[in-house]
Structures are given as structure tokens and as C-alpha cells.
């Protein structure tokens, strides 16, 4: 755990586009604190940034200023090799359209969560990650047997299988009807309190509201919080 | 399994499309290339096999007359209408005349039994392609089956692997005969196939009959075979349409095996950029996108063959003649596999450029 106890810190951190209309600034002194196991919210209408935010704080992508630090580390200006090692060990990645290999089974997508963390394929590991998030009687259905709600399931026991410090989800309800996101919100909250690791989350989707313990709005770059 | 299929049908296309140029590569000389002959007589003016004039068989005596010429065989060859006997249609045929007794030997496709030397002495007697049979409409061998020109002509046999590239009939018969047929003089010959003595020099024996006969011209049997297929592959217009077509074939080939591939891989991009993101190397996706590209052109390679082999030998009792050696086929599926390289290395170039962020924006 990092001196200050959080799992993710933005500070001031600022970034550019260039586009061809001129240069369009999405972050302009962003910052943010994620503690662990707190699931937080960002908002924002389309363009606003959060996408941007998620690849910053996930160290897909790097600030044009600030820090960005995971558990303490300032990762924005370190190495490609520093930022991939922390990556794969403390981050997690859910995404919009699931992702998932049509190839794999649930539980190979699940395995794969593991793989490429470079960590040992514990099969009890993935058995108990599916069983928690009601998967375990459809291990070894491929994805397209699957409903939009169970593959995103999937999509989160792969993230979490690797057992992250931080969930980084990109719109992980918008693909699902009313139910099945209700169900995944549920998911969410439980996996977090199980596990103890916190999420970020981007989202449109008010249905999420009642799992989050924070909700930040971006207006302009910076949050409204 | 879309793309699988693409695969196999473009690499069967492109095998099929060469097998039918070969074999129309093969057909153009089959007759003339069944002779073994070391040197050939023709007319001054000589265009290919099938477009001949006739000169007097005196040039056949002269060649023999040669201390190294062995043998020598005058040879009639004239194209005719034919009237199918059972239902009166009208049908081409090319009546080839030959004198089986010169010592030349000629392969016909016949049984082994078959002496076709005594049998096609008889008046009249005559061998069809054997593909040509069906259209015949013959019961049985040794009945008045065909008209030529008016007098009847009785198949009594078939000559295996022996056919034009055309839909005309290919009709051997005794040089006596072929001349009754096709109204010629008794003296008149279209060819003279000579087999000289073994260990002479072709090319001297060549040079004197050259300066014997002014009026003919001499052509080695590989200057013979040449001159007949260049005609009809380069001078007319049906083997640039049929290399054309195994050319097309080639390039639609390598287009939709190129773009099959590339939409493989460009559809799943936003899959690649996601396993990226959670950490997959570069390397480790370029060796999951090759292994995905030889499997899809394996099985495509064995989907074409087993419909290769399948046309293959639905077209075996067809006048049409597809020729694909092991050669072809491994050129075939070789090209395909440039192909299939191209495209993968195109594959690999964009996943490099992927990037993990992507992830979160597709």
C-alpha cells in the first residue's frame, strides 16, 4: 500500500489533442483520488474526456503534465517497462464492447486474464472468479452462446481473475438492456467488497449511480466533484 | 469458416483455370506428338499441324533413300464434316491417315490387343477418340457409324487420351482410307514422319534431306511440336483468352486471399488493441495472426484439392481436357501460399500500429 493509502492519484494532469482545427484541450488540471476498494463514477457528456482519463490512469496512454501515480508510483514519466510492470500487476480492464476471444470458452477468457498478467493459470482461481459471478454453469460456453450481460460478466472475471488493485471499465453497462445492467451493477459492488479492489468507471448510465460511492462529473477538463 | 471457404475456392479456381490451359497446351499437339519420329516433313509453307497442304509421297521414298533415315511413314491429315449415322447430325472430325506398316511407331490409345495396323486396312474401318464415343451414338463397333463425304465409315475401336482441343473428332485411319475419305490422290501426303538410325546426327541428316527436298521443309520433332502450339497458343486467339483466364484467375486469387486476410485481421483489431491493453506483446499477437493464417490456408488448401480431385473426375468422361501435373499444383497452392504471406505480413504490419488505448474507444 502506498504511503498515502491510495490505490490511484491524478494530479493536475493535462492533455492536448491535436486536431485539425486546431489544438483541443480534454484535461486541464485533472485530479483525482481512488481509494481502495471505492468504486467511483466519472460522467461527463461525449467528448468530455472520460475515455481519455481511463487510458491515462490505466497507462495506456500519457499526460502531456501532471502525475500520475498507482500505489504510490509516479508513472507518467517513467519507462515503457516500469508502466507495463504496474500495469499488470495492480490494473484490470473492462471494456465497452466486451472484447472477449469469440474463439475461448468462458473459462479460457477467464484463463487468459491470467496469462497475460504473466501469472501461474491457477484453474481453482478462475473457477472461483466465474463461480462468483454466477458463471459457473457456463465455464464452457463460447462467447456467442452468451448474452450481452453474461459476456460482460466474463469480461470482468477476466479483468479480476488477476486479482487487480484497480478496475479500469469503460461503459461496462452500456451494451445491456435494463435488467441485465442491473445485474452487472450488482456484480460490481459485490466483486469489489470480495476482492477488495477499487473501480473506476465510465459511464452514462444513471443505473450505476446506486453502487458507486463517488460520482465525479467532468466540466472542462476538470472534475466537478 | 467464410474464410476458409473464400480460400478453397479461390486456390480450386486457380488450379482449374491452369488445368484447363494445359490441357488445351497438351491437345494442340497430342496427335503429332504421339509419333516417334526424329525429324518431320511438311509442305514449304507449313502453319501448324492442323492447317497443312498436301504434296506427293515421292518426298517419302527420298527421305528413305537417306542412309541414316530407318523409317518412314507418310502421314495424311485433312479436317472434314462428318455425318453421325443413328441420328443424321452433322459433326466435325480431323481424319489422320496413316501407314501403320513403315515401321514408325505410333501411339494411338488403343488396346493392346488391338491390331490396328490389319483392322484399319479394311476398307472403310476407322478410330474415334474415345470421348468423342458418347456423341456418336454407336451400339456396338464395326457397323457403319459416320459418314465422311459420303461413304460410311465403321468405327472398330478408341483411342484412349488421344483428342482435339476442339469439339471435333479425331479419326485414324489407314492412309488408303483417309485418302478415299477426303477425296485426295493416291500419291498425295500432308506429312512424312521419319525415325532415323539410332546414334545419328540429327541435325546433318536434317541439312541433306533439306538440300534433297527444295519444296519441303524439315523440321526437328521438338521444332514440329513447337511451331504447332505456338500457332494456336500465340497466334490465335484462344490461348491468350485461356492464359488470360488462368491469369485472372490468379489475380482475383490474390486479391481475395490479400483482402480476405487483411479484413481477418482489420475486424479484429479492436480485440488485438484489447489484449494489448491487458498486456499481450506485439510478438505474441503477430504468432496468434500467423498461426490463424496458415490454419485458415490449410484447410482452404484441403477444401480446394478434395474439389480439384472431385471436378477432376467429374470431367474424366467429358471431351473437356484439364491437364494439372503435381507441378501445377504445388505451383498453385505455392502462389496461394505468397499470397497468404502477403497478406499476413500486411496483417502483422497493422497490429504493430495498434494501439492498447484503442481498447477503450472501439
Redesign the interface.
Known amino acids: 500500500m502506498s504511503a498515502n493509502g491510495l490505490i490511484l492519484r491524478l494530479d493536475m494532469v493535462a492533455k492536448s489533442f491535436r486536431e485539425p482545427t486546431g489544438l483541443l484541450r480534454v484535461l486541464d488540471g485533472m485530479a483525482l483520488s481512488v481509494r481502495p476498494a471505492e468504486i467511483v463514477l466519472v460522467q461527463g457528456p461525449s467528448g468530455s474526456g472520460k475515455?481519455t482519463l481511463?487510458?491515462i490512469a490505466?497507462c495506456?496512454?500519457r499526460a502531456d503534465a501532471g502525475r500520475v501515480e498507482i500505489r504510490g508510483k509516479e508513472l507518467n514519466s517513467a519507462c515503457d517497462a516500469e508502466r507495463?510492470e504496474a500495469?499488470?500487476r495492480h490494473l484490470g480492464?473492462v471494456?465497452?464492447?466486451f472484447?472477449?476471444?469469440e474463439a475461448l470458452t468462458a473459462r479460457e477468457n477467464t484463463m487468459?486474464?491470467l496469462r497475460?498478467?504473466?501469472q501461474p493459470l491457477d484453474a481453482k482461481r478462475v473457477d472461483e472468479v466465474l463461480t462468483l459471478l454466477g458463471l459457473a454453469n457456463k465455464a464452457a460456453k463460447l462467447p456467442r452462446d452468451l448474452s450481452g450481460g453474461k459476456k460482460q460478466r466474463v469480461a470482468f472475471a477476466?479483468?479480476l481473475v488477476g486479482k487487480p488493485g484497480l478496475l479500469l471499465a469503460?461503459e461496462p453497462t452500456s451494451q445491456l438492456d435494463s435488467h441485465a445492467a442491473e445485474a452487472v451493477a450488482g456484480q460490481i459492488r459485490f466483486c469489489v467488497q470480495e476482492y477488495g479492489c477499487a473501480a473506476l468507471i465510465a459511464t452514462h448510465d444513471a443505473r450505476l449511480h446506486a453502487v458507486a460511492d463517488r460520482v465525479c462529473t467532468i466540466r472542462e477538463g476538470r472534475f466537478d466533484e | 469458416m467464410g474464410v476458409v471457404v473464400g480460400v478453397a475456392m479461390t486456390l480450386f479456381l486457380v488450379l482449374l483455370q491452369s488445368g484447363f490451359y494445359f490441357g488445351f497446351r497438351r491437345d494442340i499437339t497430342v496427335v503429332g506428338d504421339s509419333f516417334k519420329a526424329d525429324l518431320w516433313i511438311s509442305q514449304r509453307a507449313f502453319l501448324a499441324f492442323d492447317y497443312v497442304a498436301h504434296f506427293d509421297d515421292l518426298s517419302c521414298l527420298q527421305a528413305l533413300s537417306d542412309a541414316d533415315v530407318s523409317h518412314a511413314m507418310p502421314v495424311v491429315v485433312e479436317w472434314s464434316r462428318m455425318r453421325r449415322l443413328p441420328d443424321g447430325a452433322v459433326d466435325d472430325g480431323q481424319i489422320i491417315g496413316l501407314d501403320l506398316n513403315s515401321g514408325v511407331k505410333v501411339d494411338l490409345g488403343t488396346d493392346r490387343e488391338l491390331d490396328a495396323a490389319s483392322l484399319l486396312a479394311v476398307p472403310g474401318n476407322v478410330l474415334v477418340d474415345e470421348k468423342h464415343l458418347p456423341r456418336l451414338g454407336l451400339s456396338k463397333f464395326g457397323e457403319p457409324g459416320v459418314e465422311i463425304r459420303g461413304l460410311n465409315a465403321n468405327v472398330v475401336g478408341v483411342m484412349r487420351g488421344k483428342k482435339l482441343f476442339s469439339t471435333a473428332c479425331l479419326v485414324a485411319t489407314d492412309l488408303d482410307n483417309a485418302r478415299r475419305f477426303l477425296g485426295l490422290k493416291a500419291n498425295q501426303i500432308t506429312f512424312v514422319a521419319v525415325k532415323c538410325r539410332q546414334g545419328a546426327d540429327l541435325r546433318t541428316v536434317r541439312s541433306r534431306l533439306q538440300a534433297r527436298l527444295p519444296e519441303q521443309r524439315i523440321w526437328t520433332a521438338a521444332e514440329f511440336h513447337d511451331l504447332t502450339q505456338d500457332y494456336w497458343v500465340k497466334l490465335t486467339g484462344i490461348g491468350p483468352v485461356l492464359l488470360l483466364s488462368a491469369g485472372l484467375a490468379a489475380l482475383v486469387g490474390f486479391l481475395t486471399v490479400f483482402l480476405t486476410f487483411s479484413h481477418l485481421t482489420a475486424e479484429k483489431l479492436p480485440v488485438y488493441a484489447a489484449m494489448k491493453a491487458m498486456g499481450a506483446s506485439t510478438a505474441e499477437l503477430s504468432a496468434v495472426v500467423l498461426v490463424q493464417i496458415a490454419a485458415v490456408f490449410g484447410l482452404g488448401c484441403l477444401l480446394a484439392v478434395g474439389g480439384v480431385l472431385l471436378t477432376l473426375s467429374a470431367l474424366a468422361s467429358t471431351t473437356i481436357s484439364v491437364v494439372l501435373t503435381p507441378g501445377t499444383a504445388a505451383a498453385g497452392v505455392g502462389f496461394m501460399a505468397l499470397c497468404s504471406l502477403a497478406a499476413g505480413l500486411r496483417a502483422l504490419g497493422k497490429l504493430a500500429k495498434v494501439e492498447p488505448a484503442e481498447a477503450f474507444r472501439t
Do not use: C, E, N, P
Open positions: 475515455t481511463l487510458q490505466g495506456l496512454l507495463t500495469h499488470q480492464f471494456f465497452q464492447h472484447h472477449l476471444i487468459l486474464g497475460l498478467k504473466r477476466r479483468a469503460d
